[in-house]
T-cell receptor, first 112, second 111 residues
Framework: DTGVSQNPRHKITKRGQNVTFRCDPI?????LYWYRQTLGQGPEFLTY????????KSRLLSDRFSAERPKGSFSTLEIQRTEQGDSAMYLC??????????FGPGTRLLVL | DAKTTQPNSMESNEEEPVHLPCNHS???????IHWYRQLPSQGPEYVIH???SNVNNRMASLAIAEDRKSSTLILHRATLRDAAVYYC????????????FGQGTELSVKP
């Protein structure tokens, strides 16, 4: 199966710690998206890349959040100085251009 | 971003058809209507999309009102594996690729 993969699947951390998540998109896809989903809500857009260029960032992406896609393949999402409000499912998706988005299984973050 | 309105929840019996409604009265001419669904503990998955005409694929059918202010996702024979949250999303093809999700409709399927 060559779908979107995300690691780790689960992360528990203490408030104030930094965490980093990784997303590996479908190999031929040039676009990569990050979303966040809290319990009972639909996913919320955070940011997206076309190849290595970060083209759009949501206002939800505070300065504690940074995303990279250095070689236009995998991407990382880092959260610095985590807060309890950062607890959520972080979803990654990829697409070829504006075609349908394929989502990964997500990384569930719990900040204690 | 144009908004969609969906019922919070719906119930269906197994092997019966399901009609999931969506209202989008502020839809613009460049908005495509997309449906995604999210099974428990999984990421969302694409179901179907359309612009003006009704669409069919192996998963579902999409019926779009003539004025495009509403649409209906049709599952022809619901199975237990169709129990999920279904999201109706308007996607402006001129505005990059992001999806704006609402709260969706939680579909439960009874055996």
């Amino acid at each position: 199966d060559t779908g979107v993969s995300q690691n780790p699947r689960h992360k528990i951390t203490k408030r104030g710690q930094n965490v980093t998540f990784r997303c590996d998109p479908i190999s031929e896809h040039n676009r990569l998206y990050w979303y966040r989903q809290t319990l009972g809500q639909g996913p919320e857009f955070l940011t997206y890349f076309q190849n290595e260029a970060q083209l759009e960032k949501s206002r939800l992406l505070s300065d504690r959040f940074s995303a990279e896609r250095p070689k236009g393949s995998f991407s990382t999402l880092e959260i610095q100085r985590t807060e309890q409000g950062d607890s959520a499912m972080y979803l990654c998706a990829s697409s070829q251009g504006q075609s349908n988005q394929y989502f990964g299984p997500g990384t569930r973050l719990l900040v204690l | 971003d144009a908004k969609t309105t969906q019922p919070n929840s719906m119930e269906s019996n197994e092997e019966e058809p399901v009609h999931l409604p969506c209202n989008h009265s502020t839809i613009s001419g460049t908005d495509y209507i997309h449906w995604y669904r999210q099974l428990p503990s999984q990421g969302p998955e694409y179901v179907i999309h359309g612009l003006t005409s009704n669409v069919n694929n192996r998963m579902a059918s999409l019926a779009i009102a003539e004025d495009r202010k509403s649409s209906t996702l049709i599952l022809h024979r619901a199975t237990l594996r169709d129990a999920a949250v279904y999201y109706c999303i308007l996607r402006d093809w001129t505005q990059g690729g992001k999806l704006i999700f609402g709260q969706g409709t939680e579909l439960s399927v009874k055996p």
